[in-house]
């Protein structure tokens, strides 16, 4: 492996658009293929200047064209001449001495894309250059590119939008997304981005790439409100296509973040009054086997303050394009009709989302979380990913190479087999490693001081990243695996219980990582309790008998350990949130963030006391889900004291004067932990009670 600081120059592929095609049964990589110069086959183009990159670009565009003469002044007259903007203006003329009118055209300017061709087409070159530099090139699979520009056209036929849906990971997402559609001559969809991104020169070039920017708080500003929903109807109406990140934010561990209802509920809104006859939404997935910014993601995740992005930090960041981030993969779900859906989730519900507002509600949460499942089961696995995941839920501080390649097999086929899928999956396990391993750099270390090199974890909290990004695939096994592990946490090999207790924690931990986690939806959840029983039965990871009882099979322990070691973490969490909880006892108010600065700082000292299993169980979105998770079950209460946003926490009533409560609950939570220095066991010398007194004093202490 070598030092990312010595690391030699890397051949850069020709192209940045890579077509996987299928070849006699297997998606291979086409390197060899010269395309003809027509449009459909000119997407892989080597573009060495300006004006071959120009000439590669179809000038046949599949959808409705933004660049029209006009199209951006028309929208504004439509949106600002619309009842609800003008009962909006109406009612701030009521309240306020400046113009209505004048607020109202501002703040359609600032808000409102404004695509200019030339622009982007320079900046689309620019953002060439830069990932050709930075990434291995950008891989979409053929049949994906059928199926995209399929229902586009009938999309283009029907008058209708696509609504692109991908996971938010990183800021390169809105340039991969936007490069690939217009390499593929479809028309470029308008982009929802925060109003952090209205930098200085890169605010326009992104506005005239068809960015529109939204406020992250709309407080009680009706204008606003009422601009920006007409404007959104307004483009579904014309049949522009529309971009948007259904979880908000970027997500800052790996995994998908629970849907953001705000755009989302628009659409829907709009397809069910009949404004916007339908929209066909296309979830799709980005994959990468590398992600510049997880080093800031650690350290906000640590506690640091967000960094505000500004054009000296996107400068500062060029030093980035000397290292080799690997490779970039886009994968589309099937796309599907949103009134279809909606008519068909309606009539098996039973419910009425249009005169019922808590039906409509979980209408769109139910269409938010089906997304998100989507995106989950087409993406793809990145070799970085399996190689992190194999490290960190390793028994031991690290592992030989030949380890990491023969377990590397097993988890590609455990995850090919669940319907996944593994980028470069047919090449040689050993290069895909030795790839993986370099990609990594310095996150991992090289020890030479013994019989073999001996690869380990050295970032683990960054590294847990990427070993997040494979979770989705073993979510419902994994979270059984941690069920029946509390059962018996002294030997693996003899860890039973009967189903129907299994089920009931089951149930428990599914509700505790609800958060976490994205399931698919489900009235309730025996039925998924027993298809993954019968399916881990089948695989040979448990056994259950004539009377239910349900067993690990003794030959596959490694199996079994490693699911739940992938959500050990997690519960480690929300153990130590749980824990914190009881410096609160009986009564005291305390700052919410304070308090999870102080809970970080406790998740240090029991970490090297080795009280704390994982160091990645501090990071602050996890112990945030906690905090809201513990809000939404009553375990504690979240009052807002002002406008800035600041909560402040204290226990919930049925807590305040009921340790004994409080302390089953952690015991409850510590029950699912993986066995360590004190575990809430009876077979333990030391008692949970006796364990968490000296955690309750450090706290205090610091509160």
């Known amino acids: 492996m070598t030092d990312p600081k010595n690391k030699p120059t890397q051949t850069r592929p020709h192209r940045l658009l890579v077509v996987d095609q299928k070849k006699k049964g297997k998606i291979e990589n086409d390197e060899s293929i010269h395309h003809p110069p027509t449009y459909y086959e000119r997407i892989g183009s080597v573009f060495d200047s300006v004006q071959s990159f120009r000439e590669a670009i179809s000038k046949e565009v599949i959808g409705p064209n933004v660049f029209a003469a006009g199209s951006t002044e028309g929208i504004k007259r439509e949106v600002l001449n619309s009842s609800s903007v003008r009962q909006a203006i109406r009612e701030y003329r009521g309240t306020k001495q400046t113009s209505g009118e ?52 009938k999309a283009e036929a029907e008058k209708v939008p696509l609504i692109i849906l991908p996971p938010h990971k990183s800021h390169i997402d809105y340039m991969v997304v936007s490069y690939v559609f217009l390499m593929l001559g479809i028309s470029l969809p308008f982009i929802a981005a925060g109003d952090n991104l209205m930098m200085p020169i890169i605010g326009t070039l992104l506005r005239n790439s068809g960015a529109f920017f939204i406020k992250r708080k709309f407080d ?3 204008i606003y409100r009422a601009i920006f929903t007409e404007y959104i109807e307004v483009l579904l109406k014309h049949g522009y296509n529309m971009e948007f990140f259904i979880e ?47 080093p800031s993601y650690v350290k906000e995740l640590l506690g640091a303050n967000k960094e505000k992005e500004s054009l000296g930090s996107l400068l500062q960041s060029t030093r980035l394009l000397k290292f080799n981030f690997g490779r970039i993969d886009v994968r589309l779900s099937r796309p599907f009709s949103l009134r279809e859906y909606l008519q068909d989730e309606i009539g098996k519900r039973k419910i009425d989302p249009i005169r019922n507002q808590d039906h409509f509600k979980t209408l769109s949460q139910i269409l938010g979380y089906s997304i998100l499942y989507r995106v989950n089961k087409a993406a793809v696995t990145m070799p970085t990913a399996i190689v992190v995941t194999l490290l960190l839920t390793s028994r031991g501080r690290g592992m030989s190479r030949n380890e990491i390649v023969t377990r590397f097999e097993w988890l590609r086929n455990e995850i090919v ?47 847990s990243y990427y070993r997040n990004q494979i979770l989705h695939w073993f979510t419902n096994e994994g979270v059984i695996a941690c069920s029946l592990y509390k059962n ?55 056994k259950v008998n004539s009377q239910g009882k349900v067993t690990v099979n003794s030959e596959k322990v490694n199996d079994f350990d490693f699911l739940c070691s992938l959500f050990w973490p997690f519960i ?30 406790l998740g240090f000292t029991l970490y090297y006391k080795g009280e704390l299993n994982f160091y990645e169980s501090i990071a602050k979105d996890t112990l945030n889900n906690a905090l809201i998770l513990f809000s939404e079950l009553g375990l504690l209460e979240r009052h807002p004291v002002d406008a800035a946003g600041n909560v402040v926490i ?23 932990r993986r066995q360590g220095k004190y575990t809430a066991d009876p077979n333990h010398q030391k008692t949970f009670m006796d364990a968490i007194q000296p955690t309750v004093a450090l706290i205090n202490s610091k509160l």
């Open 102 to 153: 004048s607020l109202a055209s501002a703040t359609f300017d600032r808000l409102a894309a404004d695509f200019n061709e030339n622009r982007l087409r320079a900046m689309a070159f620019g953002v060439q250059s830069v990932l050709q530099r930075m990434y291995n090139g950008i891989h979409i699979n053929e049949k994906d590119i059928v199926r995209i520009k399929e229902i586009a056209k």
């Open 220 to 222: 009680n500003d009706r």
């Open 248 to 294: 908000g934010g970027r997500s800052r561990t790996g995994k998908l973040l629970r849907p953001k209802m705000g755009i989302l509920a628009i659409v829907v809104n709009a397809v069910l009054k009949g404004s916007v006859k339908d929209a066909y939404l296309v979830p799709l997935s980005l994959g990468y086997d590398k992600v510049i910014e997880t």
């Open 417 to 463: 087999s669940r319907g996944g899928k593994v980028a470069t999956s047919d090449s040689d396990t050993g290069v895909l490693v030795d790839v993986a391993l370099n990609v990594l750099g310095n996150l991992i270390g090289k020890q030479k001081n013994v019989l073999e090199p001996i690869i380990t974890p050295q970032r683990r909290f960054e590294l």
């Open 488 to 542: 018996s946490k002294a030997d693996l090999y003899n860890l039973s219980a009967p189903k129907t207790e299994l089920l009931k924690d089951v149930t428990f931990l599914s509700q505790l990582l609800k958060i976490e986690i994205i399931y698919l939806p489900s009235p309730n959840i025996a039925a998924p309790f027993e298809k993954t029983l019968s399916e881990m039965t089948s695989r040979g990871t448990l």
């Open 572 to 601: 480690d969490a929300y153990w130590l949130l749980a824990t914190a909880l009881y410096a609160l006892f009986p009564s005291k108010i305390q700052s919410e963030k304070l308090f999870l600065e102080r809970v970080q700082t």
């Open 650 to 672: 204290k226990l919930g009533a049925k807590y305040q004067g009921n340790s004994d409560g409080l302390i089953s609950v952690i015991d409850k939570i510590a029950s699912f």
